[in-house]
RNA sequence: GCCGGCGUAGCUCAGCCUGGCAGAGCGGCGGUCUUUUAAACCGACAGUCGCAGGUUCGAAUCCUGUCGCCGGCACCA
């Protein structure tokens, strides 16, 4: 029972202080992560004294010795103590160690019979006693509720979950050296926000008491890096979290982290490139090939991807021409699931993209992609629309759709529109979903697998 | 919001269909053991069967409600 089992652990440490030790010790200096201390050793028998400092993740006591396995942000390393090295009392104390605390162990490394490399324990120094018992190491925490509620153990209980989050890391430390290298600035906007604009999405809404002001979470990045484009910032992007008031998925958080880009003078051919380009470099950094798979599925991200009009593949799918809405509508029930290797879809209805610029060619559309692989949306870009008469008017098409109840519709920006009343210069802009990337890139199937601490309901 | 599945020891799971003493492995606890690798062996312990109600002589098991998780749909990046 768990609290017969604290009840134990805090006898433990009353016992611990009774006896002289701080069980939440500090100032132990590790040397060495058990990675690189096991590195040390090489085709040597014995190395000089390193110092490790970790979790201790196993204890198999055998009688004057104890084995133990320490785990670190590394890695994990084997300890041995004995008591013909360290003395009755020391090993006594650490045999008296339980799985789940943290240590400081200092020794030699050296390779037992079995040929594992290992640190013989000369002296150790408890710094954090564990008072929970961990998941069983066999088979580790499976309990998907568990998990996500308490990430913590998660973490601590499968190596394979770190390595998702590094990967994620990665990725993203990679998509902003891209960007950063090609002379993109990277920008923080407001989060609170009057007027959630951007995308099509129902906003969080909370309360800024001293201005007595509803304010709104965004939904979306875009409206306030295209000021800053007014502004005379030629290239910005932001990588930071939106916010949409909508079901939960596997594919769908509630908050979930967008990268968006904007570059001067450039149209969606331009950003279609750079969306390749990032793609490369984030499976490079997560070291996923770009012949790969998701979920058994194979996939092959290598550039350039398959380019069509939405129109042509409606046709192709569908078997039917359509335009503005019905188009799209077409389009996601017939096409989208059925696009599985990575496809541009180009240039969308007009009525349903009120901030990209229409065709020269046919103003019925706009100069806009969205990245599919895999059925799923990927990257969203288009031509901006810089033409202050034009973007008022489509601002008031979808108040008008606003007032008849599509809670969606884009609401008026009345600074926006003023901001680009002042001028504001050709531009490509693209906003990606880094979660999805990094589910792919790290073959994942929930979203809540790549987002630590996913949203949940309260615990019963 | 709707539909379906799941919820049993710290962890991983049987048991539920067909009602009859609450089970296993691992972990933890006590012991043996000086080169283990899920160490091994011996021993004892461990439960609000998610929660509430109902049916029944008797409910983990059947029924109703409810909470949570998962999936699908709806909504939607």
Redo the contacts with the bound molecule.
Sequence with gaps: ??E??TQ?RLA?VERLRAAGIDPYSRGFKPTQSSESAKALLGEGDRTEPVSVAGRLM????????V?A?LQDGQGRI?L?A????IGEEQFARF??L??GDIIGAKGPI?R?????I?L?VQSFQLLTKSL??????????????????QRYVDLI?NPEVRSVFRARTKIITAMRGLLDERGFIDVETPVLQEIPGG????PFMTHHNALDRDLYLR??LELHLKRLLVGGFERVYEIGR?F?N???????NPE?T?LESYQAYADYEDVMQLVEDLVVVAAMAADRPLETSYQGESVNLTPPFRRARMADLVLEFAGRHALGEELNDLF?EHV?PRLRQPTFVLDYPVEISPLARPRDDDPRFVERF?L?ILG?????AFTELTDPIDQRARFEAQAAMRASG???AHPMDEDFVRAIEYGMPPAGGL?M?ID?LVMLLTDQ??I?DVILF?V?????
Excluded: C
């Excluded at 929970?132 to 509620?149: A, F, Q, T, V």
């Excluded at 995308?199 to 129902?202: D, F, P, T, V």
């Excluded at 949940?456 to 019963?460: F, W």
């Design positions: 029972m768990s017969d089992f134990d433990k196993a204890k198999r006591p055998h009688g004057g010795l084995f396995v084997q041995l004995a008591r013909d090295i045999a008296d339980d799985v050296f037992t019979k079995r040929g594992e290992t013989e929970r018992e961990l998941p069983e190491k066999w088979h580790g925490l499976k309990d998907i509720e568990i998990r996500y509620r209980a995308g099509h999405a129902r939904i979306a939106a949409r909508e079901g939960l998925s596997p594919r769908h979930f967008m996601e989208e969205e599919i799923r949306e990927y990257a969203n599509n809670v969606e906003g979903g999805r199937p929930s809540r996913p949940m309901k309260a615990e019963a």
